[in-house]
């Protein structure tokens, strides 16, 4: 299984209660800025409508596949942009490779090989990818049905985690890797599959469940295709799926952030990007990453706190993950993410509760909250003008920046 690089020099899970389960903490001092440490998930994969609406990914890694203008072209809907400075694109094409039986498409031969080697033997399609009686094609067919944009989870997700134990050798060791992260009573797990597919998510389980069945059944999993079994790993994913956001775009930005160009060369490049991003947006709205979910090992034990001291990026254009410091860290502190973004947290503490509540099934108790426990518990007029319209995409397991 993969892990984090270094993980073992600067963090480390660590067990703190029933009630809160495991936390992350550091075992060195961390000074802000730094990076604690770089995941590479237990299995990924990109959503099903974000695939089919042309967000073209490595089918293993997520990393991005067009070029940064034929990204900006594609959500501008205008096919005659060109981007400056081309050469800070880092997209490379002639390492493109597909899947020469089911032609899914990896960012090079070394993803195309890893796929092969944990998942993809059990997952081609072959010559039926197109065929929409193919069991796995009804299943995910079934499933953009009950999961729409803004997705948070994917099916696809636990049919790689199947996937992945019917190829194993060692078996019983991915199992294992798989019951780390952290379980839910039966209570709680409907409550987030309700939260994943809306009020019709029994019935709604349960095909999906015959279909899950249909297209991947194993002996060994038998557990996995029981009606509680299912729920459970369902759930799993919904707790511990960590969203993945890669733009072969947004990181040209960055490398053209980092360019020493002469004062009036960077105030026009700037300007063209700031109007880039303006138009973009009036086209295609906020949907501009390829995006996905995966399993993280120590990522996943990170607990939430309204005043984070660390967050979560994707820099590298693809699914590894990097924590960095947003404050120094003593060592034998605990390392928290915060599950809501920048706006949510300046919200009240019971608005920010009622968020988490309804999303993660779990109060806070961070010192924020704790220092406004006395505050009432009523929120402002601009908040109740709002509240119905949280958006799903950000509630993930902490943000998809990269």
């Not at 009804?138 to 944009?149: D, F, G, T, V």
């Not at 890669?246 to 700031?274: G, K, M, N």
């Not at 399993?295 to 924590?323: D, G, K, M, R, V």
């Given at each position: 299984?993969?892990?984090?690089a270094?993980?073992?020099?600067?963090?480390?899970?660590?067990?703190?209660?029933?009630?809160?389960?495991?936390?992350?903490?550091?075992?060195?001092?961390?000074?802000?800025?730094?990076?604690?440490f770089?995941?590479?998930?237990?299995?990924?994969?990109?959503?099903?409508?974000?695939a089919?609406?042309?967000?073209?990914?490595?089918?293993?890694?997520?990393?991005?596949?067009?070029?940064?203008?034929?990204?900006a072209?594609?959500?501008?809907?205008?096919?005659?942009?060109?981007?400056?400075?081309?050469?800070?694109?880092?997209?490379?094409?002639?390492?493109?490779r597909?899947?020469?039986?089911?032609?899914?498409?990896?960012?090079?031969?070394?993803?195309?090989?890893?796929?092969?080697?944990?998942y993809?033997?059990?997952?081609c399609?072959?010559?039926?990818r197109?065929?929409?009686?193919?069991?796995?094609?009804?299943?995910?067919?079934?499933?953009?049905?009950?999961?729409?944009?803004?997705?948070?989870?994917?099916?696809m997700?636990?049919?790689?985690?199947?996937?992945?134990?019917?190829?194993?050798?060692?078996?019983?060791w991915?199992?294992k890797?798989?019951?780390?992260?952290?379980?839910k009573?039966?209570?709680?797990?409907?409550?987030?599959?309700h939260?994943?597919?809306?009020?019709?998510f029994?019935?709604?389980?349960?095909?999906?469940r015959?279909?899950f069945?249909?297209?991947?059944y194993?002996?060994?999993?038998s557990?996995?295709?029981?009606?509680?079994?299912?729920r459970?790993?369902?759930?799993?994913?919904?707790?511990?799926?960590q969203?993945?956001?890669?733009?072969?775009?947004?990181?040209?930005?960055?490398?053209c952030?980092?360019?020493?160009?002469?004062?009036?060369?960077?105030e026009?490049?700037?300007?063209?990007?700031?109007?880039?991003?303006?138009?973009?947006?009036?086209?295609?709205g906020?949907?501009?990453n390829?995006?996905?979910?995966g399993?993280?090992?120590?990522?996943?034990?990170?607990?939430?706190?309204?005043?984070p001291?660390?967050?979560?990026?994707?820099?590298?254009?693809?699914?590894?993950?990097?924590?960095?410091?947003?404050?120094?860290?003593?060592?034998?502190e605990?390392i928290?993410?915060?599950?809501?973004?920048?706006?949510?947290?300046?919200?009240?503490?019971?608005?920010r509760?009622?968020?988490?509540?309804?999303?993660?099934?779990?109060?806070c108790?961070?010192?924020?909250?704790?220092?406004?426990?006395?505050?009432?518990?009523?929120?402002s007029?601009?908040?109740?003008?709002?509240?119905?319209?949280?958006?799903?995409?950000?509630?993930?397991?902490?943000?998809?920046?990269?």
């Amino acid at each position: 299984m993969a892990a984090a690089a270094g993980a073992g020099a600067a963090a480390e899970a660590r067990f703190i209660s029933s009630a809160k389960g495991k936390g992350l903490f550091a075992t060195k001092n961390i000074l802000k800025g730094e990076t604690v440490f770089v995941e590479r998930p237990v299995v990924a994969s990109q959503f099903l409508w974000n695939a089919l609406y042309n967000y073209r990914a490595c089918d293993h890694c997520l990393r991005a596949l067009e070029t940064a203008e034929e990204n900006a072209q594609r959500l501008l809907g205008k096919s005659s942009l060109v981007l400056p400075h081309p050469e800070q694109c880092s997209i490379q094409k002639d390492l493109h490779r597909q899947c020469p039986r089911c032609q899914v498409t990896y960012c090079s031969a070394e993803c195309q090989q890893a796929a092969l080697e944990q998942y993809h033997q059990v997952l081609c399609l072959g010559p039926s990818r197109d065929d929409p009686t193919h069991p796995l094609n009804k299943l995910q067919e079934a499933w953009r049905n009950m999961h729409y944009p803004p997705e948070t989870s994917s099916v696809m997700l636990m049919a790689r985690m199947v996937a992945t134990v019917k190829q194993a050798k060692d078996k019983e060791w991915w199992i294992k890797a798989f019951s780390q992260f952290c379980s839910k009573t039966a209570n709680e797990e409907e409550e987030i599959v309700h939260k994943l597919l809306g009020d019709k998510f029994k019935g709604q389980l349960e095909l999906l469940r015959l279909l899950f069945t249909e297209a991947l059944y194993d002996e060994y999993l038998s557990r996995w295709f029981t009606p509680e079994g299912f729920r459970s790993l369902f759930a799993l994913v919904g707790t511990n799926g960590q969203g993945i956001g890669t733009s072969s775009l947004s990181q040209w930005v960055h490398a053209c952030d980092a360019l020493d160009l002469p004062l009036l060369q960077r105030e026009e490049l700037d300007a063209f990007i700031d109007q880039l991003y303006k138009d973009i947006e009036k086209e295609s709205g906020e949907f501009l990453n390829c995006e996905g979910s995966g399993l993280y090992a120590l990522q996943s034990c990170c607990n939430h706190s309204c005043i984070p001291n660390a967050e979560t990026s994707f820099p590298e254009n693809n699914f590894l993950l990097h924590l960095t410091a947003l404050e120094d860290i003593e060592a034998g502190e605990e390392i928290c993410i915060s599950y809501l973004d920048c706006c949510q947290r300046e919200r009240s503490r019971h608005s920010r509760n009622k968020i988490l509540r309804e999303n993660y099934l779990f109060t806070c108790s961070c010192p924020k909250c704790l220092a406004q426990a006395e505050d009432a518990d009523v929120t402002s007029e601009e908040e109740e003008e709002g509240e119905g319209e949280t958006d799903d995409a950000e509630l993930e397991d902490e943000m998809t920046d990269v």
